[in-house]
């Protein structure tokens, strides 16, 4: 594997990574990503061909919506014939969701597109900045046969590189700030950077890549808890234009079975509300009927999110929502991996 030779695009969304202190007044502001090289001359040692983008108006990830989506795409897709790769620098709120939306927005994706960020600002002492932002570029700089090592949109943090699809943020106090449970990192680095080649998505160069850049908000995440009182359930089912619902159910899928729930959930879904069912454990698959707790919504034809995140069971919706698939075809195509965010089975 060659490390050195790539053309990498540097996108500045906003987050914690792009900021330093003001020597006078220690309040945070933006960094001046032009002067990249003055900050971290490490850089350099990559030889690699590195080009900075910056949004005109930070964005705090709080406050990312699809909006700020479709330009990331659209920035992306503008230049991605000049460049070997793509770094994107986030917030690390809601990098998750934004790594799992692009990863549907970009199809046939045969570059790396890797999100990072940090825990502390690059001009920290202490900061984690510096080593989060030359790993990525480094592995996003990774070629094998002329061709990029990683082809999909990854997320790297704290001397790993995921899936973007399958993260989730489970620590606000660690540098270790995310995991993907249900899957293997694709390359950690070490002494070595140690790519895990059995876990890369496959490709298929004959494919052209395709940006798409519709997607729908119209979408709720209810999380099930024990106190769930009819009134509330059945107001949220009322929202207005809601086209689906994420149910974060318990264990391997289990809700209630109280009459005027299910009545509520089989009304939705004769409506042409689509509701995808995912386990709110951090690890593991919904088993839908594997329980009795289950099996009223495996017969209505709740949708099985399997071991998809919310995350991504949200980025998948905004990408399928649009395309106005009839309520079967979208079920089955939710229920079939198509960036490698759920397992097959």
């Given at each position: 594997?060659?490390?050195?030779?790539?053309?990498?695009?540097?996108?500045?969304?906003?987050?914690?990574?792009?900021?330093?202190?003001?020597?006078?007044?220690?309040?945070?502001?933006?960094?001046?990503?032009?002067?990249?090289?003055?900050?971290?001359?490490?850089?350099?040692?990559?030889?690699?061909?590195?080009?900075?983008?910056?949004?005109?108006?930070?964005?705090?990830?709080?406050?990312?919506?699809?909006?700020?989506?479709?330009?990331?795409?659209?920035?992306?897709?503008?230049?991605?014939?000049d460049y070997d790769a793509f770094v994107l620098l986030h917030g690390s709120d809601t990098m998750s969701y934004t790594a799992s939306v692009l990863s549907?927005?970009?199809?046939?994706?045969?570059?790396?597109?890797?999100?990072?960020?940090?825990?502390?600002?690059?001009?920290?002492?202490?900061?984690?900045?510096?080593?989060?932002?030359?790993?990525?570029?480094?592995?996003?700089?990774?070629?094998?046969?002329?061709?990029?090592?990683?082809?999909?949109?990854?997320?790297?943090?704290?001397?790993?590189?995921?899936?973007?699809?399958?993260?989730?943020?489970?620590?606000?106090?660690?540098?270790?700030?995310?995991?993907?449970?249900?899957?293997?990192?694709?390359?950690?680095?070490?002494?070595?950077?140690?790519?895990?080649?059995?876990?890369?998505?496959?490709?298929?160069?004959?494919?052209?890549?395709?940006?798409?850049?519709?997607?729908?908000?119209?979408?709720?995440?209810?999380?099930?808890?024990?106190?769930?009182?009819?009134?509330?359930?059945?107001?949220?089912?009322?929202?207005?234009?809601?086209?689906?619902?994420?149910?974060?159910?318990?264990?391997?899928?289990?809700?209630?079975?109280?009459?005027?729930?299910?009545?509520?959930?089989?009304?939705?879904?004769?409506?042409?509300?689509?509701?995808?069912?995912?386990?709110?454990?951090?690890?593991?698959?919904v088993e839908m009927g594997k329980y009795e707790t289950s099996q009223a919504l495996l017969e209505m034809g709740v949708i099985n999110g399997k071991d998809?995140?919310?995350?991504?069971?949200?980025?998948?919706?905004?990408?399928?929502?649009?395309?106005?698939?009839?309520?079967?075809?979208?079920?089955?195509?939710?229920?079939?991996?198509?960036?490698?965010?759920?397992?097959?089975?």
């Amino acid at each position: 594997m060659k490390v050195k030779g790539s053309k990498i695009a540097l996108l500045y969304t906003g987050g914690t990574i792009g900021m330093i202190k003001s020597e006078k007044t220690g309040a945070l502001r933006a960094f001046n990503f032009d002067l990249l090289l003055q900050k971290i001359p490490e850089l350099k040692l990559l030889e690699h061909e590195i080009e900075t983008f910056t949004f005109d108006t930070p964005i705090d990830s709080s406050n990312i919506d699809i909006l700020d989506y479709t330009r990331i795409a659209a920035q992306i897709e503008a230049i991605y014939d000049d460049y070997d790769a793509f770094v994107l620098l986030h917030g690390s709120d809601t990098m998750s969701y934004t790594a799992s939306v692009l990863s549907f927005m970009f199809e046939n994706l045969t570059k790396p597109i890797i999100l990072t960020g940090s825990q502390l600002p690059i001009g920290d002492l202490r900061t984690d900045a510096k080593e989060n932002l030359i790993t990525s570029i480094q592995l996003a700089g990774l070629k094998k046969d002329g061709k990029s090592v990683i082809r999909e949109v990854g997320l790297y943090f704290e001397y790993k590189l995921y899936r973007g699809n399958r993260t989730t943020k489970l620590n606000t106090d660690h540098f270790q700030a995310f995991s993907s449970i249900n899957y293997p990192y694709l390359a950690e680095s070490a002494v070595h950077l140690k790519v895990n080649f059995s876990a890369l998505k496959k490709i298929n160069y004959s494919q052209d890549l395709i940006v798409h850049k519709q997607l729908d908000p119209n979408i709720l995440v209810l999380k099930m808890y024990p106190a769930l009182q009819q009134t509330t359930f059945e107001h949220m089912f009322a929202t207005p234009n809601l086209k689906a619902v994420v149910l974060e159910t318990f264990g391997s899928g289990n809700s209630k079975t109280d009459e005027w729930y299910l009545k509520t959930l089989e009304q939705a879904i004769e409506s042409g509300i689509h509701v995808i069912n995912v386990t709110q454990c951090k690890g593991g698959s919904v088993e839908m009927g594997k329980y009795e707790t289950s099996q009223a919504l495996l017969e209505m034809g709740v949708i099985n999110g399997k071991d998809i995140t919310t995350e991504s069971a949200l980025g998948k919706l905004m990408y399928l929502l649009p395309k106005n698939l009839q309520k079967e075809v979208l079920k089955t195509v939710f229920e079939t991996s198509l960036r490698g965010e759920m397992s097959s089975n």
